[in-house]
């Protein structure tokens, strides 16, 4: 099992940043990609950005150029840094973990942090 805690949402106006932040814990050797994901109002659950163990990143290309996500494995942390912020990425964001155990996928979520863009 693996649990992971959002922190860093909030109110932001447009033009600004903010920066997310997921701690993760439980069995982590077999955690493939980390990152995030978003539910806008009305909006089914789309990918934000992804990081593998290689470092590779992977953007939804709405957010391509204006959000970053980074790993620290050390700690057990992952990030989103997000610049230029718009209304319309107004959305609960949610941290997830993906892991692979004897060829079998397992999806991981956080409880979500709150994400607005208003002026």
């Known amino acids: 099992q693996v649990q992971l805690v959002e922190s860093g949402g909030g109110l932001v106006q447009p033009g600004g940043s903010l920066r997310l932040s997921c701690a993760a814990s439980?069995?982590?050797?077999?955690?493939?990609?980390m990152g995030w994901y978003r539910r806008a109002p009305g909006k089914q659950r789309e990918l934000v950005g992804v990081?593998?163990?290689?470092?590779?990143?992977t953007y939804a290309d709405s957010v391509k150029g204006r959000f970053t996500v980074s790993r620290d494995s050390a700690k057990n942390m992952v990030y989103l840094q997000m610049n230029s912020l718009k209304p319309e990425d107004t959305a609960v964001y949610y941290c997830?973990?993906?892991?692979?155990?004897?060829?079998?996928?397992?999806?991981?979520w956080g409880q979500g942090t709150q994400v607005t863009v208003s002026s």
């Open positions: 990081i593998n163990s290689g470092g590779t990143t």
């Open positions: 439980g069995s982590m050797l077999s955690i493939v990609t």
């Open positions: 997830n973990a993906a892991s692979l155990r004897a060829g079998e996928a397992y999806f991981y």
